[in-house]
């Protein structure tokens, strides 16, 4: 139930083809967390991020 709109939209032959995708992020600014965003709520199940930012604890 929880892709049953993305299955509509896709078909089931190409929304299974998504699931099994492997996607890999590179960098999650603003259009990576986007796209990041996007990708999992299509129902990709296998996604790499890669940030190289430091973030320091003060």
Known sequence: M???RCRMLFGDKDF???QNA???ILGI???G????DC???SGVKDITI???DIYDEE
């Open 39 to 41: 990708l999992y709520r």
């Open 29 to 31: 600014g603003g259009v």
């Open 2 to 4: 929880r892709f049953e």
């Open 22 to 24: 492997k996607v890999l």
């Open 33 to 36: 967390s986007y796209a990041l």
């Open 16 to 18: 299974q083809t998504l």
């Open 50 to 52: 890669l940030d190289y």
